[in-house]
């Protein structure tokens, strides 16, 4: 069984001459940034916020604040590792605002009822997603990583979907290294044992619903 | 092995970030435990899937109305300071 390969953001060459440009105000270098990532700011956004206005204000807030404090990044880190930092921000007030009294936090470390061992060890089919179509398929993901804690989601996507590294990922979301190896290892089963349900292999062939 | 030490080592072996030596230990484990065998295959399954799944595209229209906002706020903005990098 191979490892998965990660899909990690565009090339970064000139991407420091691009930010040292948009500091000197430079607007148009500023938008080739923007143009870069405000795809993945999108998706990151609304994978967090679940709402595609809030994700659309995520993208112009987060944009602005970089351009705004782009003096105090120091090149330490991508600049995008740095940008998503800003997103993830944007995007759990946005979360906050709309589930007022309830704790959205990166910090909680949930316990749910499926976080143990698997519950349920049944195959799948050679190519599950293919029993469905395109809008049957989204619909089914969406939904089924919804299901996830914030906290759980936001690593799930930030290393799994946008393809940043373990590290990247804990410097975005200001965790430690384990706590972000802990919690994709929680989201990646829990997400399984929901897909379970849509892809297992069933007595007679056909598994479509 | 077993099911819960290979558990606890799944990402790590999924992800390709594994010395050779527990490598050979998962992978022998996975040879005889049919279940843990499903568990990693449906798992790897569940990240591919995910990641090929371009949910949330940015529609071309939206985006480009998106980045006109942002360009036109920036410039109506004062510069970003110089220190730094």
Redesign the interface.
Known sequence: ????ET?VGGPVTDE?AL??A????D??A??EL??RY??NV??IA??ITHNRED??DV??DA??KA?????????NSKFYTWLVRIAVNEALMKLRRAKPGRTVSLDEDVQTEDDS??RE????SPN??QQYTQAE??DI??RT?QGLPPSFRTV?VLR??E?LS?EETAEALDLSVPAV?SR??RA??Q??ER??RF?QKRNGGDSKQ | MK??EF??E????????IDDRTKAEL?DH?AWCH?CY????????????????K????PDD??NR??S???S???G?????????
């Open positions: 069984m191979s490892a998965i899909n420091l930010v040292q948009a500091k000197t105000g607007v148009e500023f938008g923007v143009r405000d795809r999108f998706r609304q994978h994700a659309e993208v112009q944009f602005l351009y705004e404090n782009l003096g105090q990044f120091q090149g061992l698997p060890v049944a195959d799948w599950p997603e398929l989204k993901l969406t990583i799930f799994d979907v393809g373990t190896k994709l290892l990646r089963l997400l399984r897909l379970n892809f | 099911c819960a558990l606890q799944l990402t790590n072996y999924l992800d390709g970030v992978e996975l279940n499903v568990v990693c295959d449906t798992t790897r399954k569940t990240i591919e899937i995910y990641r090929d799944s949910l949330y595209e940015l939206l985006r998106l980045r906002a942002i360009v706020k920036c410039q903005r004062r510069k970003p300071g110089p220190q730094g990098v």
